[in-house]
């Protein structure tokens, strides 16, 4: 299927692209107004776009149903301070009560019931509850529509972060494992970051991986091997030699059974070479399919 955004309608775009551009991570905004009235609302159209300067975007769009603005941009264009703290599995519940229209003037904190917690350089107050909070100025509010839809980009420099010691490793960093991180993807969809669906792909080194391109064919036309078998393969950063000292009893044994077919010894090898990669012993596999090659 082919779709033009221009002949769709304002919710079907949004029903699109909310699904294809997600997991999305959750800003939970505290505003203020002149007078003092308190405010917070979820926006996952949010991200970081800068470490130095540290800078995040949110965006409180213009109402599809009936092209109004939200209060929290209104807000910060009456203040421009807003803490942001970020949502974790155990706030969600009520990170989703908050986001219900109450009109103007009604504090989100209690509606949802989260504990204010006065912020150290800026007006608006940080959510209690949330391990990760973080202070910031708005720079500039970038305008990207009029139209019901048209999300309005809130810029802000990050002054403070306050992290909870809970989340934090032996050397004072946040340890990913700990900080159960909520994300929205499509309509009502929310996935959770926790240990269980976590994994770790080794960033390339800064020498160059030799690339998909410098596999051997039998290698990158495997049955067994997976893409992300040949990725993992492709990304060491010379082609490897036979290690003569490598020993590995399970290589011996194919050796020894299958070296009268060299077609089932192909399929052996790299089965064997596929548990090893999954298990990201990357050079062991390499030298059973040398092996073969
Ligand atoms: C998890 C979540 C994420 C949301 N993300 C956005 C968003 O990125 N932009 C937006 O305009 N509304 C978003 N909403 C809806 C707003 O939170 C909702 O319109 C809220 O009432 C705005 O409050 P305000 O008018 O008090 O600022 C989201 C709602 C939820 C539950």
Request: charged share 25%; net charge negative; glycine share 6%.
């Amino acid at each position: 299927m082919i779709l033009d955004l221009k002949d769709l309608k304002p919710h079907e775009r949004q029903n699109y692209l909310q699904h294809a551009i997600a997991p999305r991570p959750i800003c939970f905004a505290s505003t203020i107004d002149k007078a003092g009235n308190i405010n917070l609302s979820p926006f996952s159209f949010f991200n970081l776009f800068s470490t130095n300067p540290p800078v995040v975007i949110f965006s409180p769009g213009r109402r599809i149903r009936d092209n109004t603005t939200k209060h929290s941009l209104q807000n910060v264009l009456e203040v421009p301070e807003v803490v942001i703290n970020i949502v974790d599995y155990d706030m969600v519940q009520q990170t989703s009560l908050a986001s219900c229209e109450y009109p103007k003037g009604v504090n989100e904190f209690v509606k949802a019931g989260f504990t204010p917690e006065p912020a150290t350089m800026i007006k608006p107050p940080m959510v209690k509850e949330s391990k990760v909070k973080m202070e910031c100025r708005v720079l500039e509010v970038k305008v990207l529509g009029s139209e019901g839809g048209a999300g309005n980009l809130v810029i802000c420099e990050v002054l403070r972060m306050h992290i909870d010691e809970s989340i934090l490793d032996e050397n004072k960093k946040i340890d990913q494992r700990k900080l159960h991180h909520v994300a929205r993807l499509g309509g009502d969809w929310y996935c959770r970051v926790d240990e269980t669906n976590l994994f770790i792909v080794q960033k390339p080194s800064t020498r160059l991986g030799i690339g998909l391109d410098a596999l051997p064919e039998s290698i990158r036309n495997s049955k067994i091997l997976t893409a992300n078998n040949l990725g993992q393969l492709a990304n060491i950063h010379e082609y490897p030699i036979v290690d003569p000292s490598f020993e590995d009893d399970h290589l011996k044994q194919i050796i020894q059974y299958y070296n009268v077919n060299p077609d089932e010894m192909e399929k052996e090898l790299h089965s064997h070479a596929k548990r090893l990669l999954d298990e990201g012993r990357i050079m062991e596999a390499w030298q059973v399919l040398l092996t073969g090659n």
